[in-house]
């Protein structure tokens, strides 16, 4: 029930195109839900997060998609660049709950060809 | 701008070994955390830590693991007797705020090799 399923596992996409990344929990108390990018030989970083409050929010090129019924979020990431290249992970927290520790989705790792 | 940095970047020792991780949070984050993540796996939670006490952790944070904040500014995860499957990345992370209202930032790792 903590497992946050991410997917696809891969993703190629060709410059100036939309990036599509999927993720799917299970547990009704996560509340918050960040995406963070990584890449190679450096830490994750937040990219944008969302709070099951609202069903989308979009900062500059990347969009979270909420679905609360579905219990599903995507992230969007629009006219893909060369440098948008790295691993992806979607996360959840059940902050409500007093949870202090993310669940990580697996990952996806991201190429955009030029 | 400010950043969580963690030394040493890469460990080797041997099975058996004990092994201590050090991180230097941001300096006015109030909240400390470990993940790891074993090679080409995700990212997972450790513990977290705050005021001077573990607020929470993961069954993966047994008997052989601990964390301490000896002093002002350093924050150390200590494994006691390293397995072979102790093998990954150890990310530090720090935080102003607790959970969802305050920004995780994670330093570059720590990587641990058993043989």
């Not at chain 1, 596992?9 to 960040?34: H, R, W």
């Not at chain 1, 992970?89 to 190429?111: Q, R, V, Y």
């Not at chain 2, 080797?12 to 074993?38: A, K």
């Not at chain 2, 350093?74 to 705020?97: G, P, Q, V």
Request: aromatic share 12%; proline share 5%.
């Amino acid at each position: 029930q903590q497992q946050v399923k991410q997917s696809p596992q891969s993703l190629i996409v060709q410059k100036g195109g939309i990036s599509i990344i999927n993720c799917a929990y299970e547990n009704t108390a996560f509340d918050y839900f960040p995406w963070y990018q990584q890449f190679p030989g450096k830490g994750p970083a937040l990219l944008i997060a969302i709070r099951p409050d609202v069903s989308e929010k979009k900062e500059g090129r990347f969009t979270i998609s909420f679905n609360k019924s579905a219990k599903q979020f995507s992230l969007h990431i629009m006219d893909s660049q060369p440098g948008d290249s790295a691993t992806y992970f979607c996360a959840a927290l059940a902050s409500g709950g007093g949870a202090d520790g993310l669940t990580f989705g697996k990952g996806t790792h991201l190429i955009i060809q030029p | 701008e400010p950043e969580v940095t963690q030394t040493p970047s890469h460990q080797v020792t041997q099975m058996g070994q004990e092994v201590i991780l050090r991180c230097v949070p941001i300096s006015n984050h109030l909240y400390f955390y470990w993940y790891r993540q074993i090679l080409g796996q995700k990212v997972e939670f450790l513990v977290s830590f705050y005021n001077n006490e573990i607020s929470e952790k993961s069954e993966i944070f047994d008997d052989q693991f601990s964390v301490e904040r000896p002093d002002g500014s350093n924050f150390t995860l200590k494994i006691r007797s390293t397995k072979l499957e102790d093998s990954a990345m150890y990310f530090c992370a720090s935080s102003l705020l607790i959970g969802g209202d305050g920004e995780l930032f994670f330093g570059e790792g720590s990587r641990l090799t058993v043989l």
